[in-house]
């Protein structure tokens, strides 16, 4: 499928730095962001989900026009830039260069697992830069401003550019799906997935606030919250496998996320920091998702992935938007939340549905993604 030119570690580790700092940053900035009323942060907040779900498909037909070398150094150029433009402006310019940034780290994101092979420097990077992106913006802010806290992650995606451009190496594009596949309940249950992760990403240093927790407080539990998330990426593929009853399974990684949901709505202020945590161990539902596509045909689960990821991280986007919008409308968290609430449970229905079926000798894929079919592409995390 590709040529075997390897990447080193360290190489993986640096590119992939950069695949969440542009929406943590983001998600712990928000409140202090002057020019970004309601709305714009509602919209802001769900902008990164529809940018990768779209960017994602085009990755294949960029890699075939230009190479997977170049591919790669485009996205970097394209994520620095965005990053510095974002913070140039009024809304307009902070609209535009987060779409710009997340469709650079689209890219960049699907194009890693090509270039990884496995290496637990690929989930390692992706997780320390979350977890930066949500400690250090916060405190870039209180000392200078948000517009710095943002802009300094610039300086991490030119270092990846730079490294990128030293590192020789070609590899062939993946090769076209030979086989349709079912994605309906899959997608929905990555969707609702993805909807719970960046309303977490987005928004919890906003509800902290809101109930009163400083700014350091309500950052550093963001951080938290993506650190917690990175064993459970560990541990949760290798649960998939062995499990037997995944339904239970389905179930266990969603009680996380139900405790930490629920403690924000009923008292965000008075245990901040479990609160957090529960969420970030309730983004194991992320990796048992990510797993279960991989499993569930090995003849195209890269195709499996683009239909389910693309299509499920647009339906996610206006999940978040609707949260934002009824945090708009309500002015307090507690309808967003109960919503949060609703979601997972859809979540577990979604997710026992996805176990309940296997997938037959010869699927078809869904009329209401017939017309999203792309190239294979590799698949890409959240």
Request: contains cysteine; aromatic residues 6%; hydrophobic residues 55%.
């Amino acid at each position: 499928m590709y040529r075997a030119t390897s990447v080193s570690t360290a190489v993986i580790f640096i590119l992939a730095l950069n695949l969440r700092p542009a929406v943590t940053s983001l998600g712990a900035a928000l409140p202090d962001i002057s020019v970004a009323g309601s709305l714009v942060a509602a919209i802001l907040v769900a902008l990164p989900l529809w940018a990768i779900g779209l960017g994602g498909w085009a990755t294949p037909w960029l890699c075939g026009r230009v190479g997977t070398h170049r591919t790669v150094t485009v996205s970097l150029a394209g994520l620095a830039v965005s990053l510095f433009g974002r913070v140039l402006g009024g809304p307009i310019p902070l609209l535009a260069g987060t779409t710009l940034a997340c469709l650079s780290i689209a890219v960049l994101g699907t194009m890693l697992p090509l270039l990884a092979h496995g290496s637990s420097a690929y989930p390692l990077g992706l997780g320390v830069g979350s977890t930066a992106g949500a400690l250090i913006t916060p405190l870039t802010v209180m000392s200078s401003s948000w517009r710095v806290g943002l802009g300094v992650w610039v300086v991490v995606a030119l270092l990846a550019e730079q490294v990128w451009r030293r590192t020789p190496g070609e590899f062939l594009a993946p090769r076209i799906a030979g086989k349709p596949v079912r994605a309906t309940a899959l997608t929905i249950h990555f969707g609702l997935i993805s909807t719970v992760t960046f309303l977490v990403m987005g928004w919890l240093p906003g509800i902290l606030r809101s109930a009163g927790v400083s700014p350091t407080v309500a950052g550093a539990c963001l951080a938290l919250s993506m650190a917690m998330g990175l064993p459970m990426m560990w541990l949760v593929p290798g649960w998939t496998r062995r499990w037997h009853n995944q339904t239970l399974l389905v179930v266990v990684l969603a009680v996380p996320n139900v405790v930490g949901v629920a403690g924000l709505l009923l008292a965000p202020a008075a245990a901040p920091w479990v609160w957090a945590g529960a969420t970030g161990m309730g983004m194991g539902s992320l990796a048992f998702v990510l797993t279960t596509i991989s499993l569930r045909s090995k003849d195209s689960s890269l195709s499996l992935s683009a239909v389910v990821q693309g299509v499920g991280y647009v339906v996610a986007g206006f999940g978040v938007l609707a949260c934002g919008w009824l945090h708009t409308r309500t002015g307090s968290w507690e309808v967003p939340l109960l919503l949060v609430l609703a979601i997972l449970l859809g979540q577990v229905i979604s997710g026992h549905v996805t176990v309940s079926h296997r997938r037959p000798a010869a699927p078809a894929i869904p009329r209401w993604t017939a017309l999203l079919r792309q190239p294979e592409a590799p698949e890409v995390s959240a």
